[in-house]
């Protein structure tokens, strides 16, 4: 590790990896030679127009993704998205469906249900959301305009670990927490989306990726900037894109390709996973994983202490050593470490051994 | 200037001032002390909530506002405020009126007309947008939700130089071109907003200044994240901000405020202006400006040359002395100049001698 940085086990805005954050800051006063900065130049420059092709090309590559699919950026979230899912492919015939496996999936169905054009396939909610509704729990509606899912669950620590079969429906999907941490057929997907904010880059811009035939054509009665359509025809520069924040999901993805592409992401992932689950499971009860195994996410491991003194304690013993950001959400208590594409396994294993010697001192 | 940077004439995103540029980049991989980037950091973290909270009163400062305004970060560019105006304040019964003044109060307008709750106030379209309307020319609807303006013109080159009188109807303002270039009865408007990509900062926030009676209660029928109510609740952290847009328009305040504030800006852009309009003024015709005199815009110099074929010549020339981003809008043609507040004297200086120049070889 760096001097003066730490662990950053926080679960968005996350770690990045320090030598795109080295790469970004040596050119951050001249931006490919045009002797302005990345924050300067132009969204209608060449230099601007090549970087935003290479990163939407790596994206594809990296999802193995063809032709018929399309790479944009816009803004405002995951949680704009919400709202713009409903009103560009819902309506009361064809409403659009949501399996509710977390805080993030029941927001994106209270923005339907709001407009009145939503219904709930599935839940795990009662319970705790403590794992992802299997493919027998759906009740798929085939009218449905799409199934929406959140393909991983940020504050449950809980991920999909199957596609779910949606009967021939559109399969929508928030990879907010997950996107390019792994391999998955993404060709099974119509539409998906994510906040860059955890494991692509800074806050600031979403990325969706998603079959063309969805976003060519947007309900006319729409404002410009809700349609994706807009985004579609100008190639995200209909307005001022946010440039930097592109950027670096640029060399984010530049960057992942380089190291190995999504196998190796898989690989390192489900190592550092296996790592701390292994601590829980091995702690005798003084770790208890909020998920259920067969439903933990390889991204963010939830678990809680024995007492809400300990936890804080925990908090703040891991704070002391360099490793912050392992304070749980509020909804479910205790301890969460976020642990995204550019957490290194040293990182991981520090924190590992920290939980290993806290239970020591505190059993 | 700064060996391998060029003058960055560009409309936006643009120049920045070279202080805060490196400041943000000798910062970069550790923000405040934290360990992380402000990339990186989380946007609950108290070092971000100071940062936060330290841009919002420079800029209240700035703007001379009291505690009856509210500062809130948004995204989606200004042209994702043209539907949210209408969206949260306008109804059939109240109509937003419009001043069009250029292309973008121009895509405001459309924006609540494709609502079926847009009306037009006044209009130079007529003669290519070269004039502010008169305070003579507004016929104010006294029935109206508000009046729009949209305070400079990027692409025409003109700028209010005056407040208009709006017969007590709520006054809005895009001042995503001029915002923080001069001092201004800010107290006068009711709600105000910027693209923050000309004068402020990075391309990725919206900044909106608005009374806080406008921002506490949006209609209940709409989304989440079009509801000003959110924001401003939730001191705009709802959902995860641009984190390091914001951090990046706080800097620039603050070295706004450490330069001498707005009227120190003031006499900065208006030397620049000065300067540049002189030897157009000067240059018996070879130089036509765009905009009538009286509604000259201080950000943006719009002037065409005696034949296209001149026009390519400058702008080519003017590159090559590292004089960038000189070229117009396609929609008035020719040069245009964009003289922000991080835009220097010497730039300034160095563009006017050399049209000067120019002048006297080509003429």
Known sequence: MEANRIYNFNPGPATLPLPVLKEAQAE?????????????????????AAMQAEAKADIKELMGLGDDYEVLFMTGGAST??????????????????????????KAYKEAEHLGIGEIVASSKEGGYRHIPTQDELKIDEN???????YNNTIYGTEYHYIPDTKGVPLFADMSSDMLSRPIDFSKFDFI?????????????????????????????????FKYETFFKKDSLYNTPPAFNIYMVGKVAAWIKSEGGLAEMAKRNKKKADRLYGVIDASNGFYRGHAEKESRSFMNVTFRLPSEELEKTFVAEALAQGLGGVKGHRSVGGMRASIYNAMTYEGVDKL????????????
Do not use: W
């Not at 931006?31 to 060449?46: D, N, P, T, V």
């Not at 998205?81 to 029941?106: C, D, I």
């Not at 290993?356 to 059993?363: L, N, V, Y």
């Open 144 to 150: 449905a305009a799409y199934v929406h899912l959140c």
């Open 28 to 48: 951050f006063l001249n931006f490919r030679g045009s002797g302005m900065s990345i924050l300067e130049i132009s969204h209608r420059a060449k230099e601007y």
């Open 193 to 225: 989306y994510a906040g860059v904010q955890k494991n692509l880059g800074p806050a600031g811009v979403t990325l969706v990726v998603a079959k063309k035939s969805f976003l060519e054509k947007s309900p006319e009665k729409l404002p410009t900037m």
């Open 352 to 363: 590992a051994s920290f939980m290993e010697d806290f239970q020591k001192t505190h059993a």
């Open 81 to 106: 998205q919400f709202a713009f899912l409903p009103l560009n492919f819902a309506s009361k015939e064809h409403p659009g469906s949501y399996v509710l496996s977390g805080s993030f999936a029941e």
